[in-house]
């Protein structure tokens, strides 16, 4: 790797002076100017990483923890952040907090430590991340004080919950795997304000709901809501094992729209994120927040504290993506009108 010691040796001046060539500063003719670029350009010279980073004060690199990347919804995310990032001249180091709440703390100093200039963190649930030393953007829920952007949980609870009571289901159950997450909390909430007082509800969680299905539905319960595409996978494996079909006897919706649930037989209806603006949203904050920091430690001034978001709270819609695991009920409740 050629250096700027070795573009002075062959050059015949000091490194000092290649430097200051390089950077525009000091006081090098234009003609030694343009030798010494050229020349540097003929040797295939290019600054470090670390170089620019020492002088301009920043890396150009995100930190990024994932809560799950075993789960197929958090990868997807991940390729998102990074090509959003990309598009800024940004990087990306991802860690995986492994669903732990502690190691999820460990990460993110982890990543400081190697001198990223700001941190976006999809939390683990029920997890409201310490501040760090740099500009943090969270993706969450918007019933987390701290979201900085994320999808219309509540909104997408709302879109596939209006969608099974306009096919005429009646007797319906909500599953979520944990309520300590604010995303399904907002899922099932969203669900629930559509179909509360409007059908016959029951509302389970985690093993203990999945094993209490199959009492629902014997007692006439036609439709089955979950709040993960995985979680509904797991649930059409109970029905088929109850001799059961979807959606002739029993109609399922997913959340998220992840390739397992387009790949199942028959395909899941659920709802979809738009991880695209989200991913553009987050970085773009971060990307402000940086830029923010740096002009103020330029100025000499005390770092500044972490800004809120421009628009706490801020959620991007959701829609339904209606497949074959939904259709009309068998048997119209009684309640239908």
Known sequence: MVSIKDIAADVGVTAATVSNALNGKGRVSEKLVGRIKARAEELGYRPSSAAIALKSGRSNILGLVMPDLTNPLFPHLAQTLSMAAEDRNLAILIADSRRSATEQQQAMQRLVSRGIDGLIIVPQRGTSPAPVSVPMAIINAASDPQNTVSSDHRGGGVIIAQHIFELGHRHVALLGEDPVSEVQRDRIT????????????????????LA???????????????TSDMLALKVRSLL????????EDVS??????????RLMYPPLTTISQDAKTIAEKAVA????????????????????PLAAPPEPGQTIPMHLVARDSTSRPKKPS????
Request: glycine share 10%.
């Open 252 to 261: 399922l919706t997913g959340f998220d729209d992840t390739t397992f649930g």
């Open 212 to 226: 209490a299905l199959p009492q629902i539905v014997k007692d006439g319960a036609t439709a089955i809501l979950t």
């Open 285 to 304: 904050f971060l990307a402000s927040q940086i830029d923010e920091r740096c002009k103020r430690l330029a100025a000499k001034k005390d770092t500044p």
């Open 240 to 247: 088929m094992e109850m001799g059961l079909n979807v959606p």
């Open 334 to 337: 009684q309640q239908e009108t």
């Open 190 to 209: 969203g669900m629930q304000s559509v179909l509360d007082g409007r059908t016959e509800l029951k509302i389970q969680w985690g093993d203990a709901g």
